[in-house]
């Protein structure tokens, strides 16, 4: 059974433009979680759909935004890129979602803002 | 308080002695608890997952958790070098979201 996988691996960009990031879940989960790491902040929710809505949200700004296809493939999307911005971007998905339901992470999307 | 606190360490083990890692979490009403593994430059992998009623036992992994204390503790049995990284402990809080410590960097010494 294949993993989560996220494209492209590493990005760079410059400050202002934006970014789309997409993640493909494993075969049979329907929940894509997106997640930001840095090493001061460590692992940040950034937000969570299920079936095509976003059933959750972190604490981030409007910039970040995200959907989600009618096949779970999810797509992130990063508008006025900042400096803070460089970090980790990681995709978890799960079957529903549920507290029960361990969530299984992508390789991630390095981003470098320049 | 953070929701999700752990030592960042590092934790310096020998090979072969037991590494035990502890995390506490301000949520009482949370039910499930994860650990994942990090090494360096690479994603959180799941190693084990407990829920509020009982421990859990893997291999050389034990996840055990303390309700009435509101922490969670991962023992490794057999520390090996491959052991070393970076774990992650990780409470289903509010509204079902994930909520990840900042992680405790586990060393083993050869």
């Known amino acids: 059974k294949a993993g989560v996988t996220q494209t492209p691996r590493y990005l760079i960009k410059t400050r202002g433009q934006q970014v789309t990031l997409s993640c493909s879940p494993i075969s049979g989960h329907r929940s894509v979680s997106w997640y930001q790491q840095t090493p001061g902040q460590g692992l940040q929710f950034l937000f969570e759909?299920?079936?095509?809505?976003?059933?959750n949200k972190g604490n981030f700004p409007g910039r970040f935004s995200g959907r989600q296809f009618s096949n779970s493939r999810s797509e992130m999307n990063v508008s006025t890129l900042e400096l803070g911005d460089s970090a980790l971007y990681l995709c978890a998905s799960s079957l529903d979602g549920q507290g029960n339901q361990p969530q299984h992470f992508g390789d991630g999307t390095r981003l470098s803002i320049l | 308080q953070k929701e999700v606190e752990q030592n960042s360490g590092p934790l310096s083990v020998p090979e072969g002695a037991i590494a035990s890692l502890n995390c506490t979490y301000s949520?009482?009403?949370?039910?499930?608890f994860f650990w994942y593994r990090q090494y360096s430059g690479k994603s959180p992998e799941l190693i084990m997952f407990i829920y509020s009623n009982g421990d859990k036992e893997d291999g050389r992994f034990t996840a055990q958790l303390n309700k009435a204390s509101q922490y969670v503790s991962l023992l490794i049995r057999d520390s090996q070098p491959s052991d070393s990284a970076t774990y992650l402990c990780?409470?289903?809080?509010?509204?079902?979201?994930?909520?990840f410590g900042t992680g405790t960097r586990l060393l083993v010494s050869p």
């Open positions: 949520d009482q009403g949370s039910q499930s």
């Open positions: 990780a409470v289903i809080g509010g509204f079902q979201k994930l909520v």
């Open positions: 759909y299920f079936s095509e809505t976003q059933r």
